[in-house]
């Protein structure tokens, strides 16, 4: 808390207009998932649908939160008085600083945005009696994977100018992350957030992948605070 | 076992799901371990496939510290089970000649079941060296019930020995002493086969009034009679040791002793077709889930809008917490709500004895799909009637709960088999023209006597003691009544079939109705009550005396 660039991210970010449409938005699709998912079907399933509808809710939830928040520290989306990394260095504050403020406002961001879905995936668990250990198992992978996708935006944001460059190559990684692992052979697959979110849900998910994303997520920390020392005089 | 604490005995059993392929019925039974101490658990296991092995294993603080698969001979898997409880693991070499299916089964007294139920799969206990001083109460209860509920018991007398005191309500004869036979004619008469010659060590017997007793040379040394549904022999001869051992008679004796299997009334199998399962949809649930949705997220709008700030954040992080709260308590009680556990008990009163054995089959209809816990009545073992998955069966004291991740688009239906104490009867005067009845404490409605392919309609009976005119007119075919879905005699139906089913080969009439008494049933483990609506309890009791009166001709 005592991190500048953490407090005036999450300023910025609770007064934007841009991220209270999204947080709408967001909440919005979940919603109306949850309600129509709630009558029961009655009809005849085939025998291999494992998958239930709060799994499909926690995948849209993961997609969501991920591609927003990845979106935001990349300035994609750029949020109304948020100062970006490299106008940050001319602060001046230093790049150990500036990384560490922007990933824990990455953080507090998907925790708020997991916070604002729960009671909607609640819904949807509860009347299905989902187990809780396993949505708690599904949370934090979304959360992992959605600050690991934060902190690549980031460094995205810091290492590429180019605007249309920098969004080609955050879609693209995407893309990668959430279709492209689909093409590995299994247990990596499980690295699929779609395919670990259910998963970690029947609570199969390695430890690995957990730890993964973790590893990931700090390798491009890294990697910013590198770019960004480019800036410093 | 090795250390003290919380212990499990898992056995599991492979079955066959049509729609999900293999699954695991696992049978559960929870102790209190103590270090260096030898424990001895009855598991009542039902095993779907007998090809597959059971897997059995002991679980100690929630880990697994042993286990061992147990694979079933072919050749101990029987058409017809035979078991001698004997010191002598011989004399019953003459059952293949009897049934190419009969597998006999030497055991010793202590391995007789505790629960009656554990018998289903018996068709002849033979009492040869009993001591009943080693048996339980539990395991002397037990029998007595398989037998008055349609078990069939030979008991060897053998010299200087008395009978088991226990069994003294159902047996047939006592005992008079030793006698010694110098020939046996009626027993070559009787048994198509001339008895060895003497001199043939047997016990005389003192039959009980109306008991079938076969002599030799004058003397009573067989005598058996009906106790309840079941039959009770005692044999003051033994077949199983010399001379008798190696005469060719006994095979007809012992094929007399075993019987024919009397066909069950109901299939469970088809019951649960019968059931007519109802899954409401709760729509107040879904019309207040989306009120709430849009409060919520209509409410967190407008505090983030007028205030744009972290605090205002905060706000919206409260409401999301109550949201949780409110939301998951809607959506347990919609859950609740919509899972119904429909049934039917079938309670068969056994003729002149204070018990009657139930049959329940339960379909859960869970609508979300998901897990679901059901509760069987105490004291009954209990089973999933069709496979849907795999399926967890714990049991505490005397009671199982069975718990399985149940589909949306199909009921999980489950049986159950217990026994309750009950009394009532019904008899025909001479003239079978008079029903007699006695319901004891509930009445009966839509009665209807059964008799061979035929219905004929009473109406509702009071409790108590009441006597009702059957004339010979007003006989209805079974398979018209049958057909009707709103009666509880869509029950007797056969399987896959629109005609009666084994209730019209009975040998005796019946009188059946819906019953208002308490029967045993399951229970919702969220719920802990049995929902009236949904239990339908149907009682047969048979009927003393001659057969009814047919207009037209007897069946």
Same mark, same amino acid.
């Given at each position: 808390?005592?991190?500048?660039?953490?407090?005036?991210? /999450?300023?910025?970010?609770?007064?934007?207009?841009?991220?209270?449409?999204?947080?709408?938005?967001?909440? #919005?699709? /979940?919603?109306? /998932?949850?309600?129509?998912?709630?009558?029961?079907?009655?009809?005849?399933?085939?025998?291999?649908?494992?998958?239930?509808?709060?799994?499909?809710?926690?995948?849209?939830?993961?997609?969501?939160?991920?591609?927003?928040?990845?979106?935001?520290?990349?300035?994609?989306?750029?949020?109304?008085?948020?100062?970006?990394?490299?106008?940050?260095?001319?602060?001046?504050?230093?790049?150990?600083?500036?990384?560490? #403020?922007?990933?824990?406002?990455?953080?507090?961001?998907? #925790?708020?945005?997991?916070?604002? #879905?729960?009671?909607?995936?609640?819904?949807?668990?509860?009347?299905?009696?989902?187990?809780?250990?396993?949505?708690?198992?599904?949370?934090?992978?979304?959360? &992992?994977?959605?600050?690991?996708?934060?902190?690549?935006?980031?460094?995205?944001? &810091?290492?590429?100018?180019?605007?249309?460059?920098?969004?080609?190559?955050?879609?693209?990684?995407?893309?990668?992350?959430? &279709?492209?692992?689909?093409?590995?052979?299994?247990?990596?697959?499980?690295?699929?957030?779609?395919?670990?979110?259910?998963?970690?849900?029947?609570?199969? /998910?390695?430890?690995? &992948?957990?730890?993964?994303?973790?590893?990931?997520?700090?390798?491009?920390?890294?990697?910013?605070?590198?770019?960004?020392?480019?800036?410093?005089? | 076992?090795?250390?003290?604490?919380?212990?499990?005995?898992?056995?599991?059993?492979?079955?066959?799901?049509?729609?999900?392929?293999?699954?695991?019925?696992?049978?559960?039974?929870?102790?209190?371990?103590?270090?260096?101490?030898?424990?001895?658990?009855?598991?009542?296991?039902?095993?779907?496939?007998?090809?597959?092995?059971?897997?059995?294993?002991?679980?100690?603080?929630?880990?697994?510290?042993?286990?061992?698969?147990?694979?079933?001979?072919?050749?101990?898997?029987?058409?017809?089970?035979?078991?001698? !409880?004997?010191?002598?693991?011989?004399?019953?070499?003459?059952?293949?000649?009897?049934?190419?299916?009969?597998?006999?089964?030497?055991?010793?007294?202590?391995?007789?079941?505790?629960?009656?139920?554990?018998?289903?799969?018996?068709?002849?206990?033979?009492?040869?060296?009993?001591?009943?001083?080693?048996?339980?109460?539990?395991?002397?209860?037990?029998? $007595?019930?398989? !037998?008055?509920?349609?078990?069939?018991? !030979?008991?060897?007398?053998?010299?200087?020995?008395?009978?088991?005191?226990?069994?003294?309500?159902?047996?047939?004869?006592?005992?008079?002493?030793?006698?010694?036979?110098?020939?046996?004619? %009626?027993?070559?008469?009787?048994?198509?086969?001339?008895?060895?010659?003497?001199?043939?060590?047997?016990?005389?017997?003192?039959?009980?009034? @109306?008991?079938?007793?076969?002599?030799?040379?004058?003397?009573?040394?067989?005598?058996?009679?009906?106790?309840?549904?079941?039959? !009770?022999?005692?044999?003051?001869?033994?077949?199983?040791?010399?001379?008798?051992? %190696?005469?060719?008679?006994?095979?007809?004796?012992?094929?007399?002793?075993?019987?024919?299997?009397?066909?069950?009334?109901?299939?469970?199998?088809?019951? +649960?077709?019968?059931?007519?399962?109802?899954?409401?949809?709760?729509?107040?649930?879904?019309?207040?889930?989306?009120?709430?949705?849009?409060?919520?997220?209509?409410?967190?709008?407008?505090?983030?809008?007028?205030?744009?700030?972290?605090?205002?954040?905060?706000?919206?992080? +409260?409401?999301?917490?109550?949201?949780?709260?409110?939301?998951?308590?809607?959506?347990? @009680?919609?859950?609740?709500?919509?899972?119904?556990?429909?049934?039917?008990?079938?309670?068969?009163?056994?003729?002149?004895?204070?018990?009657?054995?139930?049959?329940?089959?339960?379909?859960?209809?869970?609508?979300?799909?998901?897990?679901?816990?059901?509760?069987?009545?105490?004291?009954?073992?209990?089973?999933?009637?069709?496979?849907?998955?795999?399926?967890?069966?714990?049991?505490?004291?005397?009671?199982?709960?069975?718990?399985?991740?149940?589909?949306?688009?199909?009921?999980?239906? $489950?049986?159950?088999?217990? +026994?309750?104490?009950?009394?009532?009867?019904?008899?025909?005067?001479?003239?079978?023209?008079?029903?007699?009845?006695?319901?004891?404490?509930?009445?009966?409605?839509?009665?209807?006597?059964?008799?061979?392919?035929?219905?004929?309609?009473?109406?509702?009976?009071? +409790?108590?003691?009441?006597?009702?005119?059957?004339?010979?007119?007003?006989?209805?075919?079974?398979?018209?009544?049958?057909?009707?879905?709103?009666?509880?005699?869509?029950?007797?139906?056969?399987?896959?079939?629109? %005609?009666?089913?084994?209730?019209?080969?009975?040998?005796?009439?019946?009188?059946?109705?819906?019953?208002?008494?308490?029967?045993?049933?399951?229970?919702?483990?969220?719920?802990?009550?049995?929902?009236?609506?949904?239990?339908?309890?149907?009682?047969?009791?048979?009927?003393?005396?001659?057969?009814?009166?047919?207009?037209?001709?007897?069946?």
């Amino acid at each position: 808390m005592n991190n500048p660039v953490f407090r005036g991210d /999450l300023r910025a970010r609770a007064a934007s207009r841009k991220i209270f449409a999204i947080e709408l938005f967001y909440l #919005g699709v /979940l919603g109306v /998932l949850a309600w129509l998912g709630m009558p029961p079907e009655l009809g005849a399933q085939p025998a291999e649908r494992a998958a239930s509808l709060t799994t499909a809710l926690l995948v849209v939830q993961a997609i969501i939160i991920t591609y927003f928040v990845s979106a935001c520290a990349s300035q994609e989306i750029a949020v109304e008085t948020e100062k970006s990394p490299v106008d940050l260095v001319f602060a001046p504050f230093a790049p150990r600083s500036i990384v560490a #403020g922007k990933s824990l406002a990455t953080l507090a961001t998907v #925790g708020y945005w997991l916070l604002l #879905g729960a009671p909607l995936v609640a819904l949807s668990a509860g009347i299905r009696r989902d187990p809780a250990a396993g949505l708690v198992s599904a949370g934090v992978l979304i959360a &992992v994977v959605a600050w690991s996708m934060g902190q690549l935006g980031l460094w995205l944001g &810091v290492a590429i100018e180019s605007e249309f460059s920098r969004t080609l190559a955050h879609w693209g990684l995407l893309t990668l992350v959430f &279709v492209g692992t689909l093409a590995l052979p299994l247990p990596v697959r499980t690295i699929n957030p779609v395919l670990g979110i259910a998963a970690a849900q029947s609570g199969a /998910l390695s430890a690995a &992948v957990y730890a993964g994303y973790l590893v990931f997520g700090m390798a491009c920390d890294a990697g910013a605070r590198m770019t960004l020392r480019r800036y410093v005089v | 076992m090795p250390a003290a604490g919380p212990a499990e005995l898992v056995v599991e059993t492979a079955a066959l799901a049509p729609v999900t392929g293999r699954v695991t019925v696992s049978t559960v039974v929870p102790f209190q371990a103590v270090a260096g101490v030898v424990q001895r658990l009855r598991v009542p296991v039902v095993i779907q496939d007998v090809r597959r092995p059971l897997r059995v294993r002991l679980m100690l603080g929630g880990r697994s510290i042993a286990g061992a698969e147990v694979l079933l001979d072919p050749a101990r898997i029987a058409g017809r089970l035979v078991v001698l !409880v004997s010191d002598v693991r011989a004399g019953l070499g003459a059952l293949r000649r009897v049934d190419e299916r009969a597998v006999d089964a030497y055991v010793t007294a202590d391995a007789l079941p505790s629960l009656w139920q554990e018998y289903t799969g018996v068709d002849l206990v033979v009492l040869r060296d009993l001591d009943p001083a080693r048996l339980s109460d539990a395991q002397r209860t037990s029998l $007595l019930t398989w !037998v008055r509920l349609g078990g069939r018991l !030979v008991v060897i007398a053998r010299p200087g020995a008395p009978l088991p005191a226990f069994l003294m309500p159902v047996l047939p004869a006592h005992l008079r002493g030793l006698a010694v036979l110098a020939a046996a004619p %009626e027993l070559g008469a009787r048994f198509g086969s001339p008895a060895p010659g003497g001199p043939i060590a047997a016990v005389a017997l003192v039959p009980q009034p @109306g008991a079938a007793v076969v002599r030799a040379g004058g003397v009573p040394v067989i005598a058996g009679d009906r106790a309840g549904d079941g039959y !009770v022999s005692v044999w003051g001869i033994d077949p199983t040791v010399p001379p008798l051992a %190696e005469w060719n008679g006994r095979t007809r004796l012992w094929a007399n002793a075993l019987s024919v299997p009397a066909p069950a009334v109901v299939d469970a199998s088809a019951l +649960a077709g019968r059931l007519g399962v109802r899954g409401p949809v709760d729509r107040f649930s879904h019309a207040a889930a989306g009120l709430l949705i849009a409060l919520y997220v209509g409410g967190l709008a407008i505090v983030r809008r007028r205030r744009p700030t972290v605090a205002g954040a905060a706000v919206g992080a +409260a409401a999301a917490v109550f949201a949780v709260v409110a939301l998951t308590t809607l959506a347990v @009680g919609a859950r609740a709500r919509s899972t119904v556990l429909t049934q039917v008990a079938i309670v068969e009163q056994a003729p002149e004895a204070p018990v009657a054995r139930v049959l329940i089959v339960a379909a859960a209809t869970v609508p979300y799909g998901g897990p679901a816990e059901v509760v069987a009545p105490s004291g009954a073992t209990a089973a999933p009637a069709a496979m849907t998955g795999d399926v967890r069966i714990r049991w505490r004291d005397a009671t199982a709960a069975l718990d399985s991740v149940v589909r949306p688009d199909m009921p999980w239906v $489950l049986q159950a088999l217990t +026994a309750v104490p009950l009394r009532t009867s019904a008899r025909f005067d001479d003239a079978a023209q008079t029903l007699t009845v006695d319901l004891g404490i509930a009445g009966l409605r839509d009665a209807a006597v059964w008799w061979h392919g035929l219905v004929r309609p009473l109406g509702d009976l009071p +409790a108590g003691r009441s006597a009702h005119r059957v004339p010979g007119d007003g006989w209805r075919r079974a398979a018209d009544v049958v057909t009707d879905d709103r009666s509880a005699a869509r029950f007797f139906r056969a399987a896959d079939s629109q %005609e009666p089913g084994a209730i019209a080969q009975l040998s005796r009439p019946v009188l059946v109705g819906e019953w208002s008494g308490p029967a045993p049933a399951f229970v919702l483990a969220e719920r802990r009550r049995v929902d009236p609506a949904a239990q339908d309890v149907v009682l047969l009791i048979p009927i003393d005396g001659p057969p009814p009166v047919v207009r037209g001709g007897q069946p």
